[in-house]
């Protein structure tokens, strides 16, 4: 067993080494068994369990391991109909290609490079054997995307014989020998800052952030590494004078509350690394919701009606087929350049009608028209309650009534013909030709 807390020599300053994993006895600049530079050495390092893990250059790494002549080539991969950089290698990226990219422009800074189609379906099996692989280690795994997620790893200590820091070491060995790719990781005391920590260093990088250091090291970032500070709050933040995150550490709560509202609240919290987000396996639906990616962006609203109409009733089917019902509705749009907006509103109380979430959202996504091109569109709801309280008959306003009595007659007939027996006006023959709407959670 790992007495990691006892014995003197386990020093957490004195920290492993990354690739022998052997805990080291002094400061030395190599490790005292293997002479490996790689060495991770921190005050807290025994103490912290929430990690955030990331694979490199995710597709790329995958290309470049199933090819081995792409090895030491600069790699692109993308192209295929929307003409644009999924990700590049780390060769490639030294000349400034980046994600999202045009294609044309990535050519241009780097010539030499190989440009490989996607191959999405690799990719999702590559993603899923990552993450069993991150499951052996812990339920507590929460997906962030095809290639990232979150993992507590309180409580393992036990079932592996080390603590955290140790496993996530040993974890990213594994998927280099296993899979043939490499991740990055953070470790720290909360999501927010795990998240940054495996930003920090990559590829193939470790980083610590304690809980010692975290406001001095928040304190010299920019307010656009603060989670859901996108380019327009960014851009507010910036016309009242906040660039960085020292600032808002200085600023009272109800401040920043009454002039950014609900962020405000977290800005202010984010800004003194104050994050008590517990990591959420997907067990259990939280929300229900669908949406998609169009086959070329968006940016008109008369566009996204429709879309957002077929949506909405997709969604509330599913909630009358399960009896739930949400009180929250999300709106989530992805813009060109692959930053995520969601937009809530909380309604009076539960809802499962398509045309309550269709207006909710609706006005939601009025704010967001602003000409900005989407390339996904999403609708769901969440707070989820069993539908007993859904949608009382006094709602409102008349209009809206009138609505929930023409959706249940549609219901009606949709149960007795069919889907397509009816159609509103906002799908009927309208919109434009999107991928099919992919549930985002079931
Ligand atoms: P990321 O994890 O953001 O990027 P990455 O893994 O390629 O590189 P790194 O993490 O080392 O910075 O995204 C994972 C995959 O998602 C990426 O390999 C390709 C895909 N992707 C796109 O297709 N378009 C994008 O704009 C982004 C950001 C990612
Ligand atoms: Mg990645
Ligand atoms: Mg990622």
Request: net charge positive; with cysteine.
């Amino acid at each position: 067993m790992f007495a990691v807390m006892a014995a003197p020599v386990n020093n957490p300053e004195h920290g492993f080494c990354r690739d022998c994993l052997a805990l080291q006895h002094s400061q030395t600049r190599r490790c005292d068994r293997c002479g490996s530079p790689r060495l991770v050495r921190h005050a807290e390092l025994y103490r912290l369990r929430i990690a955030h893990i990331d694979c490199d250059a995710f597709y790329a790494a995958i290309e470049k391991r199933d090819n081995p002549a792409l090895k030491d080539r600069p790699v692109i991969v993308g192209g295929g109909r929307r003409g644009v950089v999924s990700t590049a290698c780390y060769i490639a990226r030294i000349q400034g290609v980046r994600s999202a990219m045009p294609m044309f422009k990535a050519l241009e800074l780097c010539p030499e490079a190989v440009v490989v189609p996607p191959n999405m379906e690799k990719y999702v099996g590559v993603g899923r054997e990552v993450r069993a692989l991150m499951q052996a280690l812990t339920p507590q795994v929460e997906p962030l995307s095809i290639d990232e997620a979150f993992l507590d790893l309180a409580g393992t200590e036990r079932l592996h014989g080390m603590p955290p820091a140790l496993v996530l070491a040993r974890f990213a060995q594994t998927v280099e020998k296993e899979l043939g790719i490499t991740v990055s990781a953070g470790l720290s005391y909360c999501k927010f800052l795990a998240k940054i920590a495996s930003d920090f260093r990559k590829p193939r990088g470790f980083s610590v952030i304690g809980e010692a250091e975290a406001p001095s090291f928040l304190a010299a970032q920019p307010v656009t590494m603060i989670w859901g500070v996108g380019k327009a709050l960014a851009a507010t933040l910036e016309r009242d004078g906040i660039r960085m995150i020292a600032q808002l550490q200085r600023m009272e709560r109800g401040d920043l509350m009454r002039r950014y509202g609900v962020m405000g609240d977290r800005l202010y919290r984010l800004s003194r690394g104050e994050d008590d987000r517990p990591v959420d396996p997907d067990g259990d639906a939280k929300s229900v919701s669908a949406e998609t990616t169009f086959d070329t962006d968006i940016a008109a609203l008369a566009e996204l009606v429709p879309v957002l109409r077929g949506l909405s009733e997709k969604v509330s089917a599913r909630l009358k087929r399960s009896g739930i019902a949400g009180r929250t509705v999300v709106l989530k749009l992805k813009t060109q350049d692959f930053k995520l907006r969601t937009r809530n509103r909380q309604l009076g109380d539960p809802t499962r009608l398509a045309d309550r979430i269709f207006q909710t959202g609706l006005d939601l996504l009025r704010r967001e028209a602003d000409g900005t091109k989407f390339r996904l569109l999403g609708i769901g709801v969440s707070d989820l309650s069993d539908d007993e309280k859904a949608d009382p008959p006094d709602l409102v306003d008349v209009q809206s009534r009138k609505r929930a009595l023409a959706e249940s007659a549609m219901d009606t007939l949709r149960d007795k013909f069919g889907r397509k027996a009816v159609e509103t006006g906002y799908t009927f023959g309208k919109g434009r030709a999107a991928n099919p709407p992919e549930p985002l959670e079931e």
